[in-house]
């Protein structure tokens, strides 16, 4: 991880990303930025602000990694990605939580439109 400056969000390039380890005193991982890095679960992540995700690779089948929210605004024990930037990366054992209304463009996606 390059270390952030005073205001500066973390890096985390090239290398082996536990979840759990960002998570330890909040359910948010908020401004981070992913390059090229393995992430590794078990997590359930939601994103929330600006995220994105460019070029990533998910482990298991895709239908399996994609959690509908039925409508839920509020849960439980997920990951928050707020305002990060995640490009090049692959998950393991990371499943999605996908509000209603995002579904079919997350599916397009992951190529199951």
Known sequence: MSEPGVGEKP???DQVVRLCDLVVLDDVIDG???EN???HGPAVIFLIGETTMTDCEWSGDAEAILWPAYGRDYVVGAIGLRDCTITGCQFFRVGMLVPDD???VVQAGFGLA
């Open 11 to 13: 890096i985390y390039r």
């Open 102 to 104: 995002q579904m079919d």
């Open 32 to 34: 981070v930025t992913f």
């Open 37 to 39: 890095c393995e992430i």
